[in-house]
């Protein structure tokens, strides 16, 4: 083959790729069903597979997050096989209004999702011990310390991965809601972390997840009652728009609405208000007792109040 | 040994005539370049991303060059005919396989020194921070690792019709050592019976090339390893190449050359 017809074959390849290209662009819009969501072609292409990568983005983003020190899909299974799935953690009585308990749910759900045989890093050693000499040797040479990153803005290294996965799976609320989180609670970016939620708003906009966090960011960040408040009553609706009634999987979500939005009312003043929402969470709360005190000092302040 | 050298030399001159490692080189400059300029929420400290997908392509650029520079040496001498005046001269069948392998090693090596180099400079640009001595540990590890690919190349240019075919199982079982060569004692205790016995068997026996890949250690800024293990991994690595070698010259040694 002479380098005249090579020359000639590859702009005859490249002319049908780009024509191939220019007739299927306008007609993948067409598509019907997720795929017609995509905002590209080859997100088009990929179809459900995109969500594939999205996941291991994610899931990346939590190996950033620790360093490089993560379990294996073998050694998720081994530990699956010696501790069992699916076992549903305790939610936390903190979590009940508290800006600790609140980064520690949102870290941890964080984690949680990424690994759900993780077992949230309780054991710290899954590799165990070695089983032979080469295992004992492969150790030098791969990450065996459990760091977390922290501090000097490390902590934006997971961000590629979160973005990366959102442009995959728009619909995956949980990527823009952890991405927030990392972006205004440590890195102080609360303009970007509000545009990243405003984004995921406009493609799910009934998720109460967003709007949850839009409120926080308004509450936390930019101290304005108003907005928070009128975010969390858009995510409360959103939330019975959605789940419609109360049961064991979905009451975490509206505890954790009304828990914040009693918290504001009582910091803002409004007793009767947050009386009533402590009530409410109280009927949602496995701990009512630890919620019944704090609405019993609420009570004593009432009269002052008025 | 000036033999070796003489045959290694030209092995050397044939990777830089041909386009492969150039190719390689500024499409891997090209997606690290572009990966680098994309800004995530207005920030530009961020390079463990950009560390990991240039080490991926580091990794599968020199795996490529060697395995596909090591299946074509004995090939294309036999189709040429240029292995008869080869040896014709004073120059054994041993010395052939080992000329190559080395002129091979050393080609990769020296394609690898660029690419470290090239990561080095992504490195400064975007000011990031890094041990040098890991750097240099795991060029070290990984042309180490190309050694033992390299041995089995030629070996497997020995044993198969083909330069392609002979590539493409290359690259099948590398990957598989890769990625499961370290996870088959998880699997052989999980598995009872002669299943498990047989992981185990090929456990063992495998070359672990997953000891010669530190690209965590460096993407994650975790400290140098230290000076014993890198020794063993050398040794083992050698031990295995040199067995692959001598595999190598033994069929060789029984094949006819005409075509």
Known sequence: ?306 | MRTLLALAWVVIKELYRRKDFYVLFVLTALITLVLGSVNFFEDTLMVRYLREVTLLLIWVSALVIAVVTAARQIPAERESRTIFPLLAKPVTRGQVVLGKFLGVWLASGLALALFYGFYLVVGAWKAASGSLALGLQAFWLHWMMLAVVVALAILGSLLFSAPSVNSTICFVVVTGILLLAGHLNTLAAAQPGPGGALMYGLYFALPHLELFDVRDLMIHEHPPVPLGPLVIATLYAAVYAALLLVAAWWVFRRKPLST
């Open chain 1, 1 to 306: 083959m002479t380098g005249r017809t090579t020359a000639l074959g590859c702009a005859a390849l490249l002319t049908a790729a780009v024509g191939l290209a220019a007739w299927l662009e306008p007609r993948s819009e067409a598509w019907r069903g997720r795929r017609a969501q995509a905002d590209s072609f080859l997100l088009t292409l990929l179809g459900d597979g995109r969500r594939l990568f999205a996941n291991h983005f994610f899931v990346k983003a939590d190996v950033y997050l620790h360093s490089g020190f993560y379990p294996s899909i073998f050694d998720q299974a081994r530990s699956a096989c010696e501790h069992g799935l699916g076992q549903e953690q305790e939610p936390d009585p903190r979590a009940e209004g508290g800006q600790q308990a609140h980064d520690h749910r949102v870290h941890e759900g964080h984690e949680n999702h990424a690994a759900e045989a993780h077992e949230h890093h309780d054991d710290h050693n899954f590799p165990g011990p070695p089983r032979d000499w080469i295992d004992r040797l492969s150790r030098h040479f791969r990450v065996t310390e459990h760091t977390h990153l922290a501090g000097a803005q490390t902590e934006a290294e997971i961000l590629p991965w979160l973005r990366l996965a959102a442009e995959f799976d728009p619909h995956q609320v949980e990527f823009y809601t952890v991405a927030a989180y990392w972006l205004r609670s440590r890195l102080g970016k609360v303009d970007q972390a509000e545009a990243f939620l405003r984004r995921g708003l406009r493609v799910n906009p009934n998720s109460e997840e967003i709007l949850f966090e839009l409120g926080r960011l308004a509450w936390e960040n930019r101290k304005d009652a108003a907005r928070a408040r009128n975010l969390w009553s858009a995510a409360e609706h959103a939330w019975h728009a959605r789940f419609g009634a109360v049961d064991e999987t979905n009451r975490v979500s509206l505890r954790r609405i009304l828990a914040h939005r009693a918290q504001l009312e009582e910091e803002t003043g409004n007793v009767d208000e947050a009386i009533r929402y402590w009530t409410r969470v109280r009927e949602l709360s496995p701990h009512p007792e630890a919620i019944e005190q704090r609405l019993a000092t609420l009570r004593q302040r009432l009269p002052a109040a008025h």
